[in-house]
């Protein structure tokens, strides 16, 4: 039977076994896609539990499954940030972990649901897709589909990008990743900078009065409530940012701990106080790839252990986030954060390493990726549809 000869139909993911489906059916999308990393299963089963993510403490959503002839051919997610419309003043809904098969008829119906549960609410537009918000995972890839994502990046198949304009969903913002091949510079020590970069950093540490160390992994949970404050704080006037609660941000950090590679997260200090942090991962999603786990709680708990025991650095990076207090931006802090991360990467036998995203509005943070010497090779984007 053709999917031309059935009808697509839209059901709400309403018990655990729905669920299994729900996170289950990426493995059928991307099943001869060799740049698609699939993920751990029973981390998606606990990041889609509202009881388990603390996200819903200020969310509500609803999941949603679409089948022909009883196949699944399909699956999206609608669901509200409230902390996101009272921080921006706004009034949105999201759409989220959409995959379809290549059938416009079964992503048209996926995509009206959302928009439809949307309306419904009282929402004005749906915007997306996040995984659930700029915190996490999000956008759609519209360019760069040569390479496999890094750690807490999207991936999708191209025919996405021509199902979501098809169906009248127009470009919010785009997203920016940059690379970096660290052997660009070769060498070793300071001369392998950008001559600029050596010259600002050389001149702040001339003053005597800022040293940068690593983090402290025995005395990381005091480490995360410092960088807690000063993430939200240094990404609050960004486009889509919304500020992470206290019990949002431990869960992040807790997830990211036991990949943590102490040299690439930097800490900037003035005069013994903290004024500055780099938060740099080293890619697991090398490893993850090609141990290549199924969509089942032991063989994702197989995976993991395996990544847990996995001693061996991958090559690639991402600098995941940069937090300055205001006071001290424009003083050369990032200009120590960049460059002890990139002496610390090419000590520990790192080749290459992304930085991003970075919103395409952000021009000062584009121009210091070009100046570092980086390309830009993957957009990500954000779409928009009123829900009128």
């Known amino acids: 039977m053709t999917a031309t000869m059935t009808r697509v139909e839209i059901q709400p993911v309403k018990t655990g076994r729905d669920l299994r489906t729900f996170i289950s059916f990426q493995w059928k999308v991307y099943a001869n896609d060799p740049n698609w990393v699939p993920p751990l299963y029973f981390e998606r089963l606990e990041f889609l539990n509202p009881k388990q993510n603390p996200f819903f403490g200020h969310a509500e959503g609803e999941y949603f499954l679409a089948t022909r002839a009883g196949q699944v051919v399909g699956t999206i ?12 003043g706004e009034n949105i809904a999201w759409f989220g972990f959409f995959e379809v098969l290549e059938d416009y008829e079964a992503a048209e119906a996926l995509l009206e649901t959302a928009r439809r549960w949307a309306r419904e609410r009282g929402y004005t537009t749906l915007r997306g897709p996040a995984q659930f918000s700029t915190n996490e995972e999000c956008g759609l890839l519209v360019d760069g589909f040569e390479s496999t994502p890094m750690l807490l990046l999207t991936y999708n198949p191209r ?9 009248g969903f127009v470009k919010a ?3 920016w990743e940059w690379y970096l091949d660290i052997g660009d510079f070769g060498g070793k020590g300071r001369a392998s900078l950008p001559p600029k970069l050596a010259r600002v950093r050389e001149k702040v540490l001339a003053r005597g009065e800022y040293t940068t160390r690593m983090v402290d992994m025995k005395r990381f949970s005091s480490e995360v409530a410092w960088v807690k404050e000063v993430y939200n704080s240094a990404w609050e006037k960004n486009w889509g940012f919304v500020p992470m609660d206290e019990h949002e941000f431990d869960h992040l950090a807790s997830s990211l701990k036991s990949i943590i590679d102490p ?49 061996r650095r991958p090559p690639g990076l991402r600098v995941f986030a940069l937090g300055i207090i205001e006071s001290y931006r424009g003083t050369g802090v990032d200009a120590l954060l960049y460059s ?15 930085g991003g995203w970075v919103l395409e509005s952000n021009m000062m943070m584009n121009r210091a990726m070009e100046f570092f010497g980086a390309r830009k090779y993957k957009t990500y984007r954000f779409y928009d549809k009123s829900t009128a």
């Not at 025919?159 to 169906?167: H, I, S, T």
């Not at 040299?263 to 991962?281: R, W």
């Open 77 to 88: 997610a609608a669901f509200v940030n409230r902390r996101y419309n009272e921080f921006h």
């Open 159 to 167: 025919y996405y990008q021509g199902f979501l304009e098809r169906a």
């Open 173 to 175: 913002m785009d997203l």
């Open 263 to 311: 040299c690439l997260v930097q800490i900037v200090e003035h005069q013994g106080k903290q004024v500055g942090f780099g938060l740099t991962l080293p890619d697991v999603n090398h490893h993850l790839r090609l141990i290549h786990p199924g969509p089942s709680m032991l063989s994702s708990y197989l995976a993991g252990a395996r990544l847990m025991l996995n001693r």
């Open 340 to 354: 002890e991360t990139f002496y610390q990467a090419l000590a520990a036998g790192y080749t290459f390493g992304e």
